[in-house]
């Protein structure tokens, strides 16, 4: 019974910032790779940004300088730090998490269920 819930979306204004947050809990034996993707209704979910169990992290070339992933693993939660936020960022964002929980031995990957990020004046 492993589930990823998410937190902080909201709508914010053009220029502005917005925290979100995705914590883990159920039986866990581990967690690798986390990650944040996105979706608008009609296209196709991307992915946003990922971080490793060691911090390694990557990004999209359209949030790059503007996004920060991070993670706290005693708390199993993962972040997005978005600033400077875009119109075109708007979109239900989902929190990724690939979760060793003993068995089977290798890490399955887990679903949020979404939280909505609105940027508009």
């Known amino acids: 019974q492993v589930q990823l819930v998410e937190s902080g979306g909201g709508l914010v204004q053009p220029g502005g910032s917005l925290r979100l947050s995705c914590a883990a809990s159920g039986s866990i034996f581990a967690i690798n790779v986390m990650g944040w993707f996105r979706q608008v209704p009609g296209k196709q979910r991307e992915l946003v940004a990922t971080i490793t169990s060691v911090g390694d992290t990557n990004y999209a070339d359209s949030v790059k300088g503007r996004f920060t992933i991070s993670r706290d693993n005693a708390k199993k939660t993962v972040y997005l730090q978005m600033n400077s936020l875009k119109a075109e960022d708007t979109a239900v964002y989902y929190c990724?998490?690939?979760?060793?929980?003993?068995?089977?031995?290798?890490?399955?990957?887990?679903w949020g269920k979404g939280t909505l990020v609105t940027v508009s004046s």
């Open positions: 990724n998490a690939e979760i060793i929980s003993g068995s089977p031995v290798y890490g399955v990957p887990y």
